[in-house]
């Protein structure tokens, strides 16, 4: 494997882990919000974080290379913060992995808090827990298989990304040259040698990855 | 009825399951030809009555494609080397390869100043080119680079497309406020939205030359055959000229 190769897979590596910490952070209050509320937006705010299921990637980044350029507000506004474009850029594709990745974090998070028996936190609350004491000491230790697994598919997913990033990196080595990115170029450019090292790697990953899920999931729940 | 529904039926699945007409020639083109080859279609169809159906990607997906069986008669690639390898390889039909455009490369600035100067003076954020390892046309737009005398001073500026439709489409966003193109992509466009363009001399880079072939599955097509000469008759010629290529004879 050469040293670009190795670059790109470090990279892959760097971007999932930001991002599955990212979605994390982000995941908890909205799959939070999402098992508890009786709000009427609810379906809505569902549906939106289940999108990037559903779109082709090339939808999402045809939107984001639009939405992320300089001539937008949000790729405008970050030009003038930090000189750099959004588009073609490490953060550019956190970004976008992050929304890419959404509903890989909220929906595992959001079946675990919906499992949280409602009178545990009822009576939390009745020994004067504030919510988030309540939160912290009840809803997250009875979700930690689902924290988990939405850590797992986040980074998986995120390194399995392709087309967004095809789309809105412009395959610069250590910046957007992700693993996916290295092994399209090595079959384009006839290099089946580069693409069988590179693809064999994400193979076993993503069957070890998916084997934990399962393993987890098979295995019956702890008596609290 | 039964009889009568169980023809009804065959006769609508026959009608769905339809083989391709006798006088259809199923064309693999490169991305950057499409405007080009549209314009083409339509003009070698008025004129003969043959039917041409497109197929378009860029031309290493094609050229793997066609190697895996892919049902093609003709092959416009946007190189000569893929070509060259299918002849190699006895996929094509001996002695039908022949170039038939020359793209030229352009430095493109929808805001106007495309020049030489402004590639020196670097007083921009993104330049896109299309992947020099994948497409042609950014093989050509490094070798100007380097004649110009920036290549280490835009390194950091760079972003490649797979091809130079991508490198095209970052630009046209606004994401990348320069861009080596093809010229065919700039005249494609409305006029108004063109901006400007410096087309650097053709003695700085290799000219890109993309050859056309007649595949083995377009053998025995009458149309396949008569549409390569339509490519090469002074109709098809004009066409060329129009949307910014010249000809093999160049």
């Known amino acids: 494997m050469s040293g670009a190769d190795a670059a790109a897979l470090w990279l892959t590596v760097r971007l999932a882990l930001v991002v599955t910490a990212i979605l994390l952070a982000l995941g908890t209050p909205l799959g939070w919000w999402l098992a508890r509320t009786r709000s009427r937006a609810r379906p809505f705010v569902e ?62 998070l959001q079946a675990a808090f919906e499992a949280v028996p409602e009178p545990l936190l009822e009576a939390a609350q009745s020994l004067r827990a504030s919510p988030l004491d309540a939160f912290w ?23 399995g990304e392709f087309g967004v990033v095809l789309m809105v990196g412009g395959n610069i080595a250590g910046e957007t040259r992700v693993v996916s990115i290295a ?14 090292a590179l693809s064999l790697i994400l193979l076993s990953f993503s069957f070890a990855v998916l084997l934990c899920v399962a393993l987890f999931r098979r295995r019956p729940a702890r008596a609290v | 009825m039964p009889h009568r529904s169980l023809f009804f039926l065959l006769v609508v699945l026959g009608a769905l399951m339809r083989p391709a007409a006798a006088a259809e020639v199923r064309v693999a083109v490169a991305g950057n030809f499409v405007p080009a080859m549209e314009a083409l279609e339509a003009a070698f169809e008025a004129e003969t009555g043959h039917e041409v159906t497109l197929a378009a990607g860029s031309t290493g997906k094609l050229y793997a494609q066609i190697v895996h069986g892919a049902p093609f008669d003709v092959f416009l690639a946007a190189d000569e080397d893929r070509p060259a390898r299918l002849e190699a390889g006895g996929m094509t039909v001996p002695g039908s390869r022949f170039t038939y455009a020359v793209g030229r490369i352009v430095l493109w600035a929808p805001d106007g100043a495309a020049n030489e100067e402004r590639l020196k003076a670097g007083d921009f954020r993104r330049l896109a080119v299309a992947n020099p390892s994948l497409a042609p046309y950014g093989a ?34 606004g994401n990348a406020e320069l861009g080596f193109v093809a010229l065919s992509q700039i005249l494609a466009l409305p006029e108004e939205e063109r901006g400007g363009w410096w087309t650097p001399a053709q003695a700085l880079y290799t000219p890109v030359r993309q050859d056309a072939a007649l595949l083995r ?10 549409f390569l000469d339509f490519l090469r008759s002074a109709a098809g010629r004009a066409v060329l000229e129009r949307y910014g290529y010249g000809d093999g004879a160049e």
Do not use: C
């Open chain 1, 183 to 196: 092994i399209y170029e090595a079959v384009e450019t006839l290099s089946y040698g580069d693409a069988h």
């Open chain 2, 140 to 173: 050509a737009a490094m070798q100007v680079i380097g004649a110009v005398g920036v290549e280490e001073a835009l390194a950091p500026k760079l972003v490649l497309g797979e091809d130079v439709g991508q490198a095209f489409a970052f630009v046209r966003t």
């Open chain 2, 217 to 226: 599955r377009g053998a025995e097509n009458e149309a396949a055959t008569a």
């Open chain 1, 47 to 108: 549906a939106v974080v289940a999108l990037p299921l559903v779109l082709p990637p090339t939808v999402l980044g045809f939107y984001l290379l639009i939405g992320l350029g300089p001539a937008s507000p949000i790729g405008g506004a970050w030009l003038e913060l930090t000189g750099g474009t959004l588009t073609f850029s490490f953060t550019g594709l956190v970004l976008a992995s992050v929304l890419y990745s959404l509903p890989f974090a909220v929906q595992p």
């Open chain 1, 137 to 159: 000491s009840i809803a997250v230790p009875l979700s930690a298989r689902g924290f988990l697994i939405a850590a797992v598919l986040s980074f998986a997913h995120t390194i």
